[in-house]
């Protein structure tokens, strides 16, 4: 079973940026379709991005196009989410797992954007 943890989360101001790892354990990780999701307070959880198994193929919810990059390594068993030009409305937990279903939800990581 492949476990998913999140890092890279933080308190940074508003047009700063952040990086977040989710690191896989498990030979399998390289097989999936994975995605970054995220869930502020009081809203369900959102996609905001996702990239094919390979890595060559990525997509992204209009209010982080050209702002959020999406990556993985699948010789490391990680994927990426680049963030920048973050504004107060990107502030949630972030979460990564694959659109299938195929795995538990880990922790999320914490990001906070002040204005």
């Known amino acids: 079973q492949v476990q998913l943890v999140e890092s890279g989360g933080g308190l940074v101001q508003a047009g700063g940026s952040l990086r977040l790892s989710c690191a896989a354990s498990?030979?399998?990780?390289?097989?999936?379709?994975m995605a970054w999701y995220r869930q502020a307070p009081g809203k369900q959880r959102e996609l905001v991005a996702s990239i094919s198994a390979s890595g060559g193929s990525e997509n992204y919810v209009d209010s982080v196009k050209g702002r959020f990059t999406i990556s993985r390594d699948n010789g490391k068993n990680t994927m990426y989410l680049q963030m920048n030009s973050l504004k107060p409305e990107d502030t949630a937990v972030y979460y990564c797992?694959?659109?299938?279903?195929?795995?538990?939800w880990g922790q999320g990581t914490q990001v906070t954007v002040s204005p």
């Open positions: 498990g030979s399998t990780f390289s097989f999936y379709l």
């Open positions: 797992n694959s659109p299938t279903g195929r795995f538990a």
